[in-house]
């Protein structure tokens, strides 16, 4: 009993980190979600195919200090007009979170040449 409860604090942190671990663990990264969310469907990594591609919006929003929250909103409400008669559908299954970092991802594209 005594040689127990002397493990005991020692296998409490290790589930106390394990578990703080996960989630880092299971974060999904932009290039997931991407392929998870069918962006590339639409969407080429430099040039449009039937939505502009991503170094084309990086190039038009890289000056906007608004841009990561513009391109959130974009993402997940959809849009109409900003490239021409091309429709932005909603992706609302795709959360806030990750609307943020494919909207950060986006922005960090190369310009296109």
């Known amino acids: 009993m005594p040689t127990q409860l002397h493990r005991a604090p020692g296998c409490i942190a290790a ?4 578990a703080l671990a996960l989630p880092a663990m299971a974060q999904a990264t932009p290039e997931d979600l991407l392929r998870k969310n069918g962006c590339m469907s639409c969407h080429g990594l430099v040039h449009k195919q039937v939505g ?5 919006i990086a190039e038009r929003y890289r000056k906007d200090g608004e841009a990561p929250a513009r391109l959130a909103g974009k993402i997940r409400d959809g849009s109409v007009g900003t490239w021409g008669r091309v429709i ?3 992706q609302t299954q795709v959360s806030q979170a990750d609307a943020q970092a494919l909207a950060q991802w986006v922005l960090s594209q190369p310009s296109p040449r």
């Open 15 to 18: 589930a106390v980190l394990i």
């Open 52 to 56: 502009p591609g991503f170094a084309q």
């Open 88 to 90: 932005m559908p909603r």
